[in-house]
C-alpha cells in the first residue's frame, strides 16, 4: 500500500517569513495529492490539492508544488500569520476516472508555529 | 449549512462497555469514513463506506463497526472498548463525481477508555 512521510513535525517561523512542509509518498500509481488544515480542536479541512498531471499549483498565500519522478510533493506558506498556526497534513491517493472510491494516505502532520 | 456532525464530541468510559459514536452529514455525499488521530501517527482509516449498505475495511478495523443504513448516517461501534482504542476519532463524507475530492471531516471525539 501507499507510504507517505512528512517533514518536519514541527515546525516554528517568524510572522512575515516563509514555512515549507514536505512529504514524500511510495505508490508511483497515487494521482492526487490534498493538503488539509487541522486548527485547535476542529477537523482537518482542505486548503489546497494537486493532481498529477500538474507541477504546481498556487492559492494565494499558499502553493504546493510535485515532483512525479521524485515522488515528493511539498506545501510553501508566504508571508506567514499568526492564524496559520495549526497542524497540517499531507496525504496521497489513487482516483479513478468517473465514479469510484479513492482512499487517502496521510503523513503524521506537521504543527507548525507562527510567532509574531 | 453543509456539514458532518458527530457525536457525542467527548465520551468516557470504561473497558468493555459498548458505545456508539454517530455521524451524519447534509450534503447528500456518497462515501463516508471514520478515522482515528493519534499523537506521532496522523489519520488513519478505520471504515469507509461508498453507499447505502456497502462498507469496507480501513487501515485499522480491529475492534470496531459500522454500519450504513441510511445514507445520511455512518455510525462507529465499539462493542467492547479497550484502552488501547482511546483515541480522537473523525467522520468524514465526500461526493461520488469529480470534480472536487474534498474530504469534509466532522470535529471530531475525544474517547477515553479506561
Known amino acids: 500500500g501507499?507510504?507517505?512521510?512528512?517533514?518536519?513535525?514541527?515546525?516554528?517561523?517568524?510572522?512575515?517569513?516563509?514555512a515549507v512542509i514536505k512529504c514524500t509518498y511510495s505508490d508511483s500509481a497515487s494521482n492526487y495529492f490534498p493538503w488539509y488544515k487541522q486548527e485547535l480542536g476542529k477537523g482537518p479541512q482542505l486548503i489546497i490539492d494537486i493532481r498529477s498531471n500538474v507541477g504546481e499549483k498556487k492559492d494565494q498565500?499558499?502553493?504546493v508544488t510535485l515532483n512525479k519522478t521524485a515522488k515528493h510533493f511539498s506545501l510553501h506558506i508566504t508571508e506567514t500569520q499568526p492564524e496559520d498556526s495549526a497542524v497540517y497534513f499531507c496525504a496521497a491517493s489513487r482516483t479513478y476516472s468517473g465514479a469510484?472510491?479513492?482512499?487517502?494516505?496521510?503523513?503524521?502532520?506537521?504543527?507548525?508555529?507562527?510567532?509574531? | 449549512?453543509?456539514?458532518?456532525?458527530?457525536?457525542?464530541?467527548?465520551?468516557i468510559t470504561v473497558t468493555g462497555k459498548k458505545l456508539t459514536v454517530t455521524c451524519s452529514q447534509n450534503m447528500n455525499?456518497?462515501?463516508?469514513?471514520?478515522?482515528?488521530?493519534d499523537p506521532g501517527l496522523g489519520?488513519?482509516?478505520?471504515y469507509y463506506s461508498m453507499n447505502v449498505e456497502v462498507t469496507d475495511k480501513g487501515d485499522v478495523p480491529e475492534g470496531y463497526k459500522v454500519s450504513r443504513k441510511e445514507k445520511r448516517n455512518f455510525p462507529l461501534i465499539?462493542?467492547?472498548?479497550?484502552?488501547?482504542?482511546?483515541?480522537?476519532?473523525?467522520?468524514?463524507?465526500y461526493p461520488i463525481s469529480p470534480p472536487t475530492y474534498e474530504q469534509y471531516f466532522g470535529p471530531g471525539t475525544r474517547l477515553t477508555v479506561t
Open chain 1, 2 to 18: 501507499e507510504n507517505v512521510e512528512q517533514h518536519p513535525s514541527t515546525l516554528s517561523v517568524q510572522e512575515g517569513d516563509s
Open chain 1, 61 to 63: 498565500r499558499i502553493a
Open chain 1, 100 to 116: 469510484g472510491s479513492y482512499q487517502l494516505t496521510f503523513g503524521k502532520g506537521t504543527k507548525l508555529s507562527v510567532i509574531p
Open chain 2, 1 to 11: 449549512e453543509a456539514q458532518v456532525t458527530q457525536n457525542p464530541r467527548y465520551l
Open chain 2, 29 to 37: 455525499h456518497e462515501y463516508m469514513s471514520w478515522y482515528r488521530q
Open chain 2, 43 to 46: 489519520l488513519r482509516q478505520i
Open chain 2, 78 to 93: 465499539l462493542e467492547s472498548p479497550s484502552p488501547n482504542q482511546t483515541s480522537l476519532y473523525f467522520c468524514a463524507s
